[in-house]
């Protein structure tokens, strides 16, 4: 705990934060056309935090034209790779200055703890900035096999005009994902951040300004979704719409671009994803504890939350102890004291949600082994990390994502029907398997209709590995490593005669 602060010491850098509020456009932060503004909380208090500028359709369309005009003059796609590189690189090195403060911001904005932010949330989104930053310069084109009297030159290009329409659960490090690929390409971009968390968004575009980044480049517009996110998906001079997000709304922007200028659209979606212990893994210490992190961490509210944990049905009861133990390690409170693991939930409208998940699963004669309430910390939205037993394998709690503290433990007659109900569900984006066979490990995996296996060890790979969803769970191409580069540049292929 030493690298921590106190949860005073925090609570006093809350208490005198500093960060901006309005729209971020051509350089400047402005106020929403509108004039209007929304207020977003503190959800582990209950209490306004800031008043936020409303953006809508004008805007939007301001946005994109002054991205379209700083695209256009090359301030920042033609520069040389190596000074885009210096330039994002300086921005990791502000964002490394103000980690705390990133952090601490984080933590208020959206209920997560502190110890997560600063150990996880922050030093990945620096690492995936950095990692791309340094690909500015380290990407090669190709040439094709056209014989010697032709010369078909293979090359990317940035795309131009990128929008990115965020989720809240992890604010920073979905701008880091998207904003790292777009802006080592050159591209000019506009972030949406989820509404509930869209502080540290605003504070990383200032960074990015003081960093050097040219006006322009970047642009963050608060607003609804309805109405922002919206307008994004419809505008036709945007050339890539990123989205990250539910489901639901993800088609919408399929549809969005269909009926506008068919920009390339990328969808992260959803998932309600398998945890599955193979019949000859028996530690369970272990795997208790990967389960903790699979089920709960970020208090559920993650994509790739193992929500399904499979086991055999003849080691479900020491497994089962082997994860309640493992759990009352996990504590929650405060998500400023540096000694909690769990804070609360996002905003009263995820807390709905998720209670009422809780009740559908208990009506439908699921048992609860731990958990099943609200937290009474403070006015503060919490609730215990909840594990049901006893569910039926098409119970609501079973299909439907919860993205919350909640999960089911399902049990398996054998390793190929523990694989059949991995695999039973409409998503596709994770899954995390533990067994002692390297055989078994292989087989599994490529059985397993996801994106992301993690063989014994709960994980989404590094900034190295692509990450994106099959079924369900994403369309269009990934975030991540190399592989996310392809959705920020467009392939263009010329071809050379030399026989004249
Ligand atoms: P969401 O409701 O789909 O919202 C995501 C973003 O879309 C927000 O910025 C939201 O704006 C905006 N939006 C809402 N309605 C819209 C509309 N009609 N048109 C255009 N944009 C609209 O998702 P969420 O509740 O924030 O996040 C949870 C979901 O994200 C879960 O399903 C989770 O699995 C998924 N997720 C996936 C990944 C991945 O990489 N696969 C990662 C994280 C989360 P407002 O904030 O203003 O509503
Ligand atoms: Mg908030």
Known sequence: MSQFLTCQEYENLAANLKYPTQAFIGGKFVSAASGKTFATINPATGKDLAQVASCGKEDVDKAVSVARKTFDSGVWSKMHPTERKKIFLRLCGLMEKHMVELAVLESIDSGKPIRENLCTDLPETIECLEWHAEFSDKQYGSTSPSGNLKRGLIVREPSGVVACVLPWNFPLQMVGWKLGPAL??????????????????????????????????????????????????????????????????????????AESNLKRVVLELGGKSPFVLL??????????????????????????ANSRIIVPASKKEAFLSAFVTALSQWRMGNPLDPANALGSMVSEQQFKTVMGYIEKGKAEGGRIVTGGKAAPIGSGLFIEPTIFDNVKRDATVVREEIFGPVTAILTATSDEDALAL?????????????TESLTKAHAFASELKAGTVSVNCFSEGDNTTPFGG???????????????????????????????
């Open 470 to 500: 099959y079924k369900l769970s994403g369309f269009g191409g990934k975030d991540k490593g190399r592989e996310s580069h392809d959705q920020y540049t467009e392939q263009k292929t010329i071809f050379i005669n030399l026989d004249r």
């Open 184 to 257: 080592s390409e050159g591209n000019s971009v506009i972030i949406k951040p989820a509404s509930v968390t869209c502080l540290s968004t605003l504070r990383l575009a200032e960074l990015a300004a003081e960093a050097g980044v040219p006006e322009g480049v970047l642009q963050v517009l608060p607003g609804p979704g309805g109405l922002v996110g919206e307008a994004l998906g419809r505008h036709m001079d945007i050339d890539v719409l990123s989205f990250t997000g539910s489901t639901d709304v993800g088609r919408r922007f399929l549809q969005y671009s």
């Open 279 to 304: 019949e000859d893994f028996t530690d369970f210490e272990f795997a208790a504890s990967q389960a903790c992190s699979a089920a709960f961490w970020n208090m559920g509210e993650n994509c790739t």
């Open 422 to 434: 991995a695999n039973d569900t409409c998503y596709g984006l994770h899954g995390s398997i533990f």
